[in-house]
């Protein structure tokens, strides 16, 4: 496909753009994901907490599609977190997926208050060992909370999840993933849609190329290396959003996108989240 890979860090490959489905309803989802598939994703990214891991997983075995061509991401909710309860959290998402592994699974947050993210972890490391989760890692970890993961399980998380946008770009945490080995991936890349791509600078950058202010915002997080999951349920927007692949944004447009970084949240702060 025209989307290129990250190489996480135990090989596995990762499509660096794919669809997320946060706000989509189960009975909508199996028509936006296979609108997502005709246009070329091949990576989709859901969670239990989303009530649509069914819809998903109708929409990929509909597809045809082979399943080693897929990257099929899900994640474990906050109240199932310790070992026993996210060994029944995960089967419960398969069923529902549908599928026999996922790629990716990871721990949606890390709700410090309960203090059971390494235990968590430890039965993720079990679910990979079993060849059920290609891969394994974190979604909302600070870097306090890697560190701890890292010192105590001896394991870097293959992908850590993190709100990133122009506006929350996330220097202290990219930085840390880039020394671990750590692939960062970009929720809520577009800003959620709102204010973000009205911003004059943006605009000016996306208009220079002839493009949208979504297309040149993926464009920067594609350049700096994130991976990205754009979400959409309207089809002329889910292409636009893979759409990304055949032009770049020069230095100074890089540079009028960064400065927009204002260190504000759109979601909660994992420190306090539960
Ligand atoms: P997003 O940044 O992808 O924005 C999506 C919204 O932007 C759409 O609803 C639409 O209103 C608008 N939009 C999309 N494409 C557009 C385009 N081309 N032009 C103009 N507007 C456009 O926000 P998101 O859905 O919050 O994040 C993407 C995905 O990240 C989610 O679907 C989910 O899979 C994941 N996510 C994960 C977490 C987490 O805690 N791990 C939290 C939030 C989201």
Same mark, same amino acid.
């Given at each position: ?34 609108? @997502? ?95 059920? @989760? ?36 996330? $220097? ?10 750590? $692939? ?29 202010? @979504? ?42 996108? $960064? ?16």
């Amino acid at each position: 496909s025209k989307v290129p890979s990250v190489i996480l860090n135990n090989g596995v490959e990762m499509p660096q753009l794919g669809f997320g489905v946060w706000q989509v309803p189960d009975d909508e989802a199996a028509k936006a994901v296979a609108t @997502a598939l005709e246009a070329g994703y091949r990576s989709i990214d859901t969670a239990a907490i989303y009530e649509n891991e069914r819809g998903t997983g109708e929409a990929v075995a509909a597809s045809g599609i082979p399943r080693e061509e897929l990257f099929v991401t899900t994640k474990l909710w906050n109240s199932e977190q310790g070992y026993d309860s996210t060994l029944r959290a995960f089967d419960a998402s398969l069923e529902r997926l549908g599928l026999d592994h996922v790629d990716l699974y990871l721990i949606h947050w890390p709700v410090p208050a309960k203090d059971a993210y390494v235990d968590t972890y430890r039965a993720l490391e079990k679910i990979h060992a079993e060849g059920r @989760a290609r891969a394994i890692g974190v979604s909302n970890f600070l870097p306090e909370h890697l560190e701890r993961l890292t010192a105590e399980t001896g394991v870097v998380p293959a992908v850590n999840q993190i709100e990133l946008h122009p506006q929350l770009a996330q $220097a202290e945490s990219r930085a840390l993933h880039a020394r671990l080995g750590i $692939a960062t991936e970009a929720w809520s890349p577009l800003g959620q849609g709102r204010g973000l791509l009205d911003v004059p600078a943006l605009v000016a950058v996306a208009r220079k190329h002839g493009r949208t202010p @979504a297309q040149a915002v993926l464009r920067w997080h594609l350049q700096l290396g994130n991976v990205v999951i754009p979400k959409s349920v309207t089809p002329s927007r889910i292409q636009e959003n893979i759409d990304v692949f055949d032009f770049e944004l020069d230095p100074e447009d890089m540079a009028a996108i $960064a400065a927009l970084d204002e260190g504000g949240r759109l979601g909660p702060n994992p420190a306090e989240f539960n």
